[in-house]
């Protein structure tokens, strides 16, 4: 199946710095990417969805100002979690997708990303 | 609301054992029900899916039956093998053709040999 990164695998920042998390599809053309949230034992949460040249829609209570999403080409997002807080420690997961909307077509996602901030 | 329930973990199981794995859902309308797994270090991998009722979705020897009555998409296998240890998570698409995935919590699964 088609293959997405995601970079870093793992980052520790101190409160008050902002993190960027790229997503790439290696393989294929990302017309739309997700972007979801993982906390320890629970389900992962949707938190926005871009289409490349456009803006993300973000889901009920994701700050959009706080999570920065952009998604400037076919085969790149990237999430910038700015004056990140230990609240905001948590696992990321990008997801990507090709093909039109009004139609399934099946989600690849990341390895994911393990934030922690001090 | 949309929402997934499924069984905690961690299931360990010996090798060929017999595997299932419980899923329920709550859901407006007719969703789209998916198992996805997780291998240690990797992405989340499709494994099956079902689109309406009463359809088995089946692959590498898993299948899971979409059942409408009791709202249901339990995972099953009939004999386990230590490579089938993973994190798997049910999941559902609501609201037509929007591809927003609504996940349960995940289920570890541990074969020890």
């Known amino acids: 199946g088609a293959v997405v990164s995601q970079h870093p695998s793992w980052v520790i920042c101190k409160s008050g710095t902002s993190v960027k998390i790229e997503c790439r599809s290696l393989?294929?053309?990302?017309?739309?990417m997700f972007w979801y949230r993982q906390f320890p034992k629970q389900s992962l949460m949707l938190m926005a969805t871009?289409?490349?040249?456009?803006?993300?829609?973000?889901e009920q209570g994701v700050e959009k100002d706080k999570f920065l999403i952009n998604h400037a080409s076919l085969t790149l997002s990237t999430l910038t979690v700015t004056s990140a807080h230990p609240e905001d420690s948590s696992f990321y997961i990008c997801?990507?997708?090709?093909?039109?909307?009004?139609?399934?077509?099946?989600?690849?996602f990341g390895p994911g990303t393990r934030l922690t901030v001090l | 609301g949309n929402s997934v329930t499924q069984m905690e973990g961690p299931v360990t199981l010996s090798e060929e054992a017999f595997l299932t794995i419980n899923c329920t859902y709550t859901?407006?309308?007719?969703?789209?029900l998916f198992w996805y797994v997780q291998y240690p270090g990797e992405g989340l991998q499709l494994l099956l899916k079902?689109?309406?009722?009463?359809d088995k979705g089946s692959n590498k020897g898993f299948e899971a039956t979409y059942r409408k009555e009791t709202t249901s998409f339990h995972l099953e296998k009939g004999s386990v093998q230590v490579s089938d240890s993973a994190v798997y998570f049910c999941?559902?698409?609501?609201?037509?053709?929007?591809?927003?995935?609504?996940f349960g919590t995940g289920t570890l699964l541990a074969v020890q040999p």
């Open positions: 859901a407006t309308g007719y969703p789209s």
């Open positions: 393989d294929f053309q990302a017309t739309t």
């Open positions: 871009s289409n490349e040249g456009s803006k993300a829609t973000y």
């Open positions: 999941a559902l698409i609501y609201g037509g053709a929007t591809n927003k995935l609504i």
């Open positions: 997801s990507a997708r090709g093909g039109t909307s009004g139609s399934y077509n099946e989600q690849f």
């Open positions: 079902a689109t309406k009722a009463d």
